[in-house]
């Protein structure tokens, strides 16, 4: 049972329920009383076809005629309980959230009625009630704006006679068809579009890496009859789609959503290769050389406290000995109980160490030292540098001054991505201008070299598109088609795509040069120096201690 409520015009009140019937105190002209069981049938018929309950729940009313018979077939149809229904002599107010896509039914017995339907978009249906001496004068009326009006609607015409026609003018054939309303059959219009060009919005660079939105386009244009045209002009009235690179916060009635994904992607430079002297650092971590120097230095003051030979040394000649010890046995003699145990215990720790250490460092020099590569958002957060704009801000990323050079090891910015890395570089790489024949190898050449992807993405979403909403349902379709079957991962999958690895070097495979050499070269000539001075201090001392 559907609740109807009644606003009592004039007073400000109103019942809260389902349905609004608004009450006119216009003057109704006196017409011979009409049956009206077959008109009404025929009109829930045709709306329930054109708009079906689980796409429309709700059916707006204008009873806007002032005929006896509008008022006879209201009751009838809304007491129907399939839909509820609103009835409002004020189109404005009802329909101002609902102008994209609603399903209304006019019922009208004047030209001026019509002047409110031009504010809704083509999804919108219309089921236009009228009389037929007013079906007979819009044929010849002059304004276009009357006539767009008619042919955006369903035409059910009556006469007092007790005749029914219902007309629809098809916009993509341009010509009037006539349903029998004894046997209404709503055409599908979208399935012939008669050559419609069906516009698709795309710049030059996208449209020639993402070579499948024209190739989805092209189908749908194939199985409807239609034309694919692309364009890089972005007019409103020329243009029927238009993709989204990124829909954070947007929220529209007529976006699609469609296939492959759209993301907010962090370009962070590539680890740089370590010098090849790293290589008799890393086999140990930090904690194990801190742990070894605090076991020699342990060993170091027992010694100089409790050992019999030894401890008459120096404290940091024992230290040294421990050292040497390590690397090729006792320089030193040595005795007693305790210096005997503990030192033969630490020459044996000493043969497993560096037994461990030359087994790591050979395995280091098979390939190349890497530091280490900013994936997560801590990382980005402590070792980037953005440039100072609305993107950095909006993150909260550290910048440097717009105009200076952080440097390659630090400079990171954000850019938008679809799908991957590998096709986000080519479309970057098609906006270069440059005269150069190979601008855009080299760029993509650099950029594979220099700089790559974080792993960390930001508000990545599904690619959607803007469609106009009288191909709304026709993209829905198609795209669920797309999910379902997984034409769009076997299209790139099967599509020759540029082989691009970023390979790490290796120590076998490089020449090495005096400047890989240079942190050893550098040690060798700070050692003699302190040798050097070490004797000369000793000499010193050895004298003077002498005289």
């Known amino acids: 049972m559907i609740k109807r409520c009644i606003y009592l015009f004039g007073s400000d009140v109103l019942l809260p329920c389902m349905v609004f019937v608004q009450i006119c105190s216009c003057s109704l002209e006196s017409l011979p009383a009409i049956e009206p069981s077959f008109f009404t049938q025929s009109l829930l018929e045709l709306h329930q076809q054109l708009c079906p309950a689980e796409k429309y729940r709700h059916l707006m009313i204008l009873p806007l005629s002032n005929q006896d018979l509008a008022h006879a077939v209201l009751p009838q149809i809304i007491s129907e309980p399939t839909y509820t229904k609103t009835v409002s002599m004020f189109p404005i107010s009802v329909f101002h959230s609902a102008y994209l896509y609603s399903c209304n039914l006019y019922i009208v017995d004047s030209i001026e009625d019509f002047d409110t339907v031009l504010w809704f978009e083509e ?5 236009y009630f009228y009389p037929k001496w007013m079906f007979d004068m819009v044929q010849n009326e002059p304004n276009l704006t009357i006539t767009q009006a008619i042919r955006k609607g369903y035409n059910v015409v009556y006469d007092l006679d007790h005749t029914l026609q219902i007309y629809r003018w098809n916009t993509y054939s341009h010509q009037r068809t006539t349903i029998d309303p004894h046997n209404i059959t709503v055409p599908d219009e979208m399935r012939d579009l008669y050559g419609y060009q ?16 024209a190739y989805f386009l092209e189908q749908i244009a194939n199985k409807r009859n239609a034309t694919a045209i692309q364009t890089d002009d972005s007019s409103y009235e020329l243009m029927d789609v238009l993709p989204l690179v990124n829909v954070h916060n947007m929220i529209l009635s007529w976006m ?20 090849i002297v790293s290589i008799l650092i890393d086999p140990f971590d930090l904690y194990v050389w801190i742990t070894y120097l605090v076991l020699v230095l342990t060993m170091a003051i027992s010694i100089s406290l409790f050992g019999k030979l030894l401890g008459r040394r120096h404290f940091m000649e024992i230290v040294l000995e421990l050292i040497m010890m390590c690397l090729a046995g006792p320089s030193r003699a040595y005795g007693g109980t305790f210096e005997n145990r503990i ?5 044996l720790m000493g043969i497993v160490l560096v037994s461990s250490y030359q087994s790591l460092v050979i395995s280091f020099m098979s390939f190349v030292r890497y530091g280490s590569e900013i994936n997560t958002l801590d990382e980005i957060y402590e070792q980037c540098l953005f440039p100072d704009n609305k993107d950095a801000q909006f993150f909260n990323f550290k910048t440097f001054p717009n105009g200076s050079n952080p440097g390659t090891n630090a400079a990171c910015r954000i850019v938008p991505a679809r799908d991957n890395e590998q096709q986000t570089i080519i479309m970057a790489s098609n906006t270069v201008v440059d005269k150069h024949a190979y601008a855009a190898e080299h760029h993509i050449r ?4 220099n700089f790559r992807f974080a792993k960390t ?8 598109w803007l469609v106009k909403m009288h191909l709304r349902e026709l993209f829905l379709f198609y795209t669920q088609a797309v999910f379902e079957s997984g034409i769009y991962e076997y299209y790139y999958n099967n599509k020759s795509q540029p082989a691009w690895q970023y390979e790490h070097r290796t120590f076998v495979n490089q020449v090495v040069t005096t400047k890989d050499l240079l942190l050893l070269w550098y040690a060798y000539v700070v050692g003699m120096v302190v040798s050097m001075l070490s004797f000369a201090a000793e000499t010193v001392v050895h004298k003077a201690s002498s005289n």
Do not use: N
């Not at 999804?123 to 089921?127: A, M, P, T």
């Not at 699609?256 to 010098?275: C, D, E, L, N, Y």
């Not at 030192?343 to 020459?347: A, K």
């Open 457 to 464: 993405k930001f508000i990545e979403y599904p690619l959607c």
């Open 123 to 127: 999804s919108v249906k219309f089921i």
């Open 343 to 347: 030192i033969t215990l630490f020459c």
């Open 198 to 213: 069906i516009t698709m919005y795309s710049l030059d660079q996208i449209s020639t890496v993402m070579t499948f939105d």
């Open 256 to 275: 699609v959503p469609s296939f492959g994904t759209t993301f907010i992607a962090v370009v962070v430079p590539r680890a740089k290769p370590k010098p």
């Open 446 to 449: 650099y950029r594979i070299e």
